[in-house]
């Protein structure tokens, strides 16, 4: 079993910077790869960034390119979200999520999840 624990929402103008925490725990090395996911109210959870945790390689949604980065720290088992430039629209619970294959990383197909921390950006 692998543990994830958020950390790092809050409140925030439009504008604004957030840093957002994800802590591993577990069995951390079964994991290929790390997700944030967001939740707005009323809407389908949505993709948001993914990180691999030997490469380090990346892949971000659109509506977040150039606003927000995916890093890792591998001795920590830690990942981050840099959200800047935040705008009203991305008000949501933010969920951090380890993928155990390529393929599951891949398909979006996460198989742990955090309890969420929520980012509220006013206008």
């Known amino acids: 079993q692998v543990q994830l624990v958020e950390s790092g929402g809050g409140l925030v103008q439009a504008g604004g910077s957030l840093r957002l925490s994800c802590a591993a725990s577990?069995?951390?090395?079964?994991?290929?790869?790390m997700g944030w996911f967001r939740q707005a109210p009323g809407k389908e959870r949505e993709f948001v960034a993914a990180?691999?945790?030997?490469?380090?390689?990346?892949v971000y949604t659109d509506s977040v390119k150039g606003r927000f980065t995916i890093s890792r720290d591998n001795a920590k088992n830690t990942v981050w979200l840099q959200l800047n430039s935040l705008k009203p629209d991305d008000t949501a619970v933010y969920y951090c999520?380890?993928?155990?294959?390529?393929?599951?990383?891949?398909?979006?197909?996460?198989?742990?999840w955090g309890q969420g921390t929520q980012v509220t950006v006013s206008s």
């Open positions: 999520a380890a993928a155990k294959t390529p393929q599951a990383l891949g398909a979006r197909r996460y198989d742990y």
């Open positions: 577990g069995r951390t090395l079964s994991t290929y790869g």
């Open positions: 990180i691999t945790w030997r490469s380090g390689s990346t």
